[in-house]
């Protein structure tokens, strides 16, 4: 495993060739204090399944209900390995295989990777290029992929924020603003089930800033199933989260459709995490910008969630860091 960084005169980032992991975003005007959940021990990031810590996902992040979809008239079976879903790719996604890194100059790299996904029920070979960019106060994901067949394929960065710097404290005092009219219902096997349009009074409508303690502490059987946000809109607008002690803010600014939240709620102690701290349900929280989770299952445009030759799959994601108290 190699560790890599990228840096200019705001942000420090360092990652590794494996699933092409960011292991710290640092804030280099406030104390290089990092931005992101991370494990001390880079080989923690070499773990089966679970919890994605800041990798890059495909061949399709999110889950797949009961791993299947239809595929020009078939059904495709993809592996099961969460629960009754398919998850993040399976035992072979990306964030399980070791990228080729190229630093293209101080502040941006290409992260590259020839793969197939037998395994797990994806035919043929998949090409991807992510590059990782620095510009100013902002962290630029660009994807792309090619597959060499027609697939279902949608990728994300599971990049786990606290804001508070070294995971000072929780995120539950955080601030969350999201450009979202709609968001995806949760089936109690957390597959996302349909899209709903959200109502002033709802406690998932984050049109307003409200703090992310209150939607944890809601008894929406949604939100108690799966212990905290678990949960995609979709957007709108950017997204906003934001931390007052801290004074930092991160607005997320993306051309995917959609967003999941998911606040760390299976952290457990036997992850050791920044600087010696034992890990715990909403220590972080991962925002991953995507196509519609498990959306050929949910939308009538099917065609809409099907790459291959004919149709790279592209996104490009912008987090911006700013420091509303020092006003940077
Ligand atoms: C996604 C899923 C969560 C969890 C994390 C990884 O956010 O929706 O349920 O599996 O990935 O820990």
Redesign the pocket.
């Known amino acids: 495993m190699k560790t890599y960084e990228i840096e200019n005169d705001f942000l420090k980032v360092c990652f590794i060739d494996y699933g092409g992991t960011i292991i710290g975003i640092y804030d280099k005007q406030n104390g290089h204090e990092n931005l992101v959940i991370s494990f001390d021990d880079v080989n923690d990031y070499i773990i089966e ?5 800041n990798s890059l ?1 495909g061949p399709v ?3 797949i209900a009961h791993g299947q979809y239809e595929l020009d008239g078939k059904i495709q079976q993809l592996s099961i390995n ?1 629960h009754i879903n398919h ?2 790719g399976g035992q072979s996604g990306i964030s399980k295989h070791f990228f080729k890194i190229v630093l293209i100059n101080d502040y941006s790299a290409l992260c590259s990777l020839r793969t197939n996904h037998d395994g797990d029920g994806f035919v043929g070979q998949f090409d991807y290029q992510v590059i990782y960019r620095l510009e100013d106060s902002k962290l630029i994901i660009e994807y792309e992929a090619t597959p060499e067949h027609r697939t279902i394929l949608n990728m994300t960065s ?1 990049l786990y924020f606290n804001l508070s710097g070294d995971m000072k404290s929780s995120i539950e005092d955080h601030l969350i603003k999201i450009e979202a009219n709609k968001r995806m219902t949760l089936h109690e096997d ?1 597959y996302p089930l349909n899209i709903v349009d959200l109502e002033t009074d709802d406690v998932f409508d984050c049109r307003n800033t409200k703090k992310l303690s209150e939607i944890h502490n809601s008894f929406h059987p949604e939100i108690v199933n ?1 212990r905290g946000l ?1 949960h995609a809109y979709l957007l709108d607008g950017s997204i906003y989260l934001m931390d007052e002690v801290s004074g930092r803010q991160l607005k997320l600014t993306t051309d995917a459709p959609s967003a ?1 939240f ?1 606040s ?3 952290f457990n102690d036997s992850y050791i995490l920044n600087k010696r701290q034992r890990g715990y349900p909403h220590c972080g929280i ?1 925002i ?1 910008t995507q196509d519609i ?1 498990n959306g050929i299952n949910v939308v009538d445009d099917k065609e809409s969630f099907i790459y291959g030759p004919h149709r790279v799959y592209r996104q490009k994601t912008s987090y911006e860091f700013s420091n509303l108290i020092k006003g940077k």
Not at 49 to 53: I, N, Q, T
């Open positions: 399944g679970e919890p994605y810590l996902v992040a999110g889950r969460s998850l993040h599971h957390e799966s678990n999941v998911y760390a709620n299976y991962a991953e989770p």
